[in-house]
């Protein structure tokens, strides 16, 4: 599927693709796991072409131990209710 490709890919696909991004977006601070998909390479990836953070599900806060490669990160979709949305950010 298309969320996998970078479990999928070649270290080489992964990284030009990063790269790529890295271009586009004129930026290597953050990075967000697509679909939130991800395994220890493709960390190693995202740290090797320069990102100095990136984000994965989990739907919990954030802590200060966290890993910074593995930041988690609340879902917020159009459905998401501000009641639901404060919650989250207590």
Same mark, same amino acid.
């Given at each position: 599927?298309?969320? /996998?490709?970078?479990?999928?890919? &070649?270290?080489?696909?992964? @990284? *030009?693709?990063?790269?790529? &991004?890295?271009? @586009?977006?004129? &930026?290597? =601070? /953050?990075?967000? +796991?697509? +679909?939130? *998909?991800?395994?220890? /390479? =493709?960390?190693?990836?995202? #740290?090797? %072409?320069? +990102? #100095?953070? /990136?984000? %994965?599900?989990?739907? #919990? $806060? %954030?802590?200060?131990?966290?890993? #910074?490669?593995? @930041?988690?990160?609340? %879902? !917020?979709?159009?459905?998401? &209710?501000?009641?639901?949305? !404060?919650?989250? @950010? $207590?």
């Amino acid at each position: 599927t298309r969320g /996998a490709e970078m479990l999928c890919n &070649s270290k080489e696909e992964v @990284i *030009a693709d990063l790269k790529t &991004s890295i271009e @586009i977006t004129n &930026s290597k =601070t /953050a990075f967000c +796991f697509p +679909f939130y *998909a991800y395994n220890n /390479a =493709t960390v190693e990836n995202v #740290k090797e %072409v320069g +990102f #100095k953070l /990136a984000f %994965v599900g989990g739907n #919990k $806060k %954030v802590s200060r131990i966290d890993n #910074k490669y593995l @930041i988690p990160r609340y %879902v !917020i979709q159009k459905n998401t &209710s501000l009641n639901s949305f !404060i919650n989250m @950010i $207590k």
